[in-house]
């Protein structure tokens, strides 16, 4: 059975989406990181980075959200083209690393600016909600032509783009940001849709993890502000 590492965040709940979408047998193992529960010796053996997600599948140990979406796909079949399928296998590949190489860290970085970083922060969140925003129009841009990120069929570049998307007003700051992006609002309405989201939120609930962003949590999730102390 696969062990599932994860918590609550965006990166670890695609993963869980594509688990509960492919009917995989899984055990969920909490990571709590505002416990610092990710860097503890375990955990930084099976990934030296100390982030959530990570799987164990057998002698298989796969770290990165992308990474283990494009290894199950793979494993399963399900949700990707296959190797031999060159044109579309580009696309889903070239779609998957936008995500993970664009979307992804663009949006992490306009919630740290916004919502956790010290003053003054003007310039770097100017920054880093400029490059969300410009990533969330290249994707509703693709969508206005596509029915799925692929074309006609749901796959893992929806589940990564589900992630992060379903957290655009919290990224970007805006309550109501659909307006300005439609067509990822049509798309994440489609996945939300989904049976396996309900079970995902629900998996979200089954383990108690901490809330409060208290001094300890903060050296935990930021430790880079502790080289600012005198």
């Known amino acids: 059975m696969i062990k599932f590492y994860y918590s609550p965040a965006p990166n670890p709940l695609k993963v869980a989406l594509f688990l509960f979408e492919s009917g995989l047998s899984f055990d969920a193992i909490p990571v709590d990181t505002r416990k610092g529960d990710q860097f503890s010796d375990d955990f930084v053996k099976l990934n030296p980075n100390a982030k959530v997600p990570v799987i164990q599948d057998g002698d298989a140990t796969v770290f990165d959200s992308n990474a ?3 290894y199950l796909a793979d ?15 580009g696309k889903m590949l070239s779609w998957l690393m936008f995500i993970a190489s664009g979307l992804g860290p663009f949006s992490g970085q306009s919630v740290h600016f916004r919502h956790a970083a010290p003053e003054p922060k003007e310039y770097a969140l100017n920054r880093y909600d400029f490059e969300a925003h410009r990533h969330y129009a290249v994707l509703d841009s693709h969508l206005a032509t596509h ?62 993890f901490k809330k409060e962003m208290d001094a300890e949590s ?9 080289r600012l102390k005198g």
């Open 68 to 70: 283990i979406l494009l």
């Open 147 to 208: 029915l799925w990120m692929l074309g006609d069929d749901y796959s893992i570049v929806d589940m990564a783009f589900w992630g992060w998307v379903r957290m655009m007003p919290y990224v970007l700051g805006n309550d109501n940001p659909w307006e300005q992006y439609p067509d990822i609002k049509r798309v994440l309405d489609a996945v939300d849709a989904r049976p396996a989201v309900k079970q995902v939120l629900e998996l979200s609930q089954q383990h108690e």
């Open 218 to 226: 903060l050296r935990f999730m930021f430790p880079q502000n502790e």
């Open 75 to 89: 494993k399963t079949g399900k949700f990707t083209p296959g190797v031999e399928e060159h044109a579309a296998r």
